[in-house]
């Protein structure tokens, strides 16, 4: 699925199965939560938090899903094109980044 069609897919379900788009900002206090979650478990996978029993059963998969539609929602709410947006931005850390990462001391031991 490329990430126009993951737009177009996510919209038609809000618009099915969803009713209707939550506003911007409660999307966006919702994909806090959900970035929240992330956070979450890689900190109790690879940081040194440790798992509670309710929390043996998270996927990370999910979790990462579940913030990229919620991402997703608000952008087409906002009328951005995630595909441009995405390759702009690449684009961008492309030209300020060219010899930033390659003359970078801690990344290159």
């Excluded at 038609?12 to 969803?18: H, L, N, S, V």
């Excluded at 040194?48 to 029993?53: D, M």
Aim: aromatic letters at 6%; charged letters at 30%.
């Amino acid at each position: 699925m490329t990430i126009n069609e993951a737009q177009e897919t996510v919209d038609r379900w809000i618009k099915t199965t969803g009713i209707r788009y939550f506003n911007e900002l409660t999307n966006t206090a919702i994909l806090m939560e959900e970035v929240g979650e992330v956070a979450r478990i890689m900190a109790r996978k690879y940081g040194e938090q440790s798992f509670k029993k309710s929390d043996e059963e998270v996927n990370l998969a999910d979790e990462m899903a579940d913030v990229m539609f919620v991402l997703i929602c608000l952008a087409n709410q906002t009328g951005i094109n995630l595909t441009d947006a995405l390759e702009k931005n690449l684009e961008k850390k492309s030209i300020r980044d060219a010899d930033r990462h390659k003359n970078n001391e801690k990344l290159n031991p």
